[in-house]
C-alpha cells in the first residue's frame, strides 16, 4: 500500500513539473506573439521610443555615478 502512494506522489509530481514547463512556454509564446503584433502596428515610432528611453536610462545612470563621486 506504502509503494502504491509513492508512486502516486511521484506521477503526480512529475505531472506538475511538465505542466508548469508548457504553461512557461505558452505563456513566452503568447508574450512574444504580442510584442511581434505591436512592433508591426507601431512599426517607426516603437523604434523611436525605445531609443528615448534607452537614453534616458543611461543618462540617470550617468547622473548617478557621477555625482556620487563628487
Known sequence: MA???WLLAV???ATSI???VVGVGQAVGLATMSMVTI???I????EIAGGVV???VGSAM??????AVA
Do not use: K, N, P
Open 3 to 5: 509503494a502504491g502512494c
Open 11 to 13: 506521477t503526480g509530481f
Open 18 to 20: 511538465d505542466a508548469l
Open 39 to 41: 512592433g508591426a502596428v
Open 43 to 46: 512599426g517607426q515610432r516603437a
Open 54 to 56: 534607452l537614453i534616458m
Open 62 to 67: 550617468l547622473y548617478e555615478h557621477l555625482s
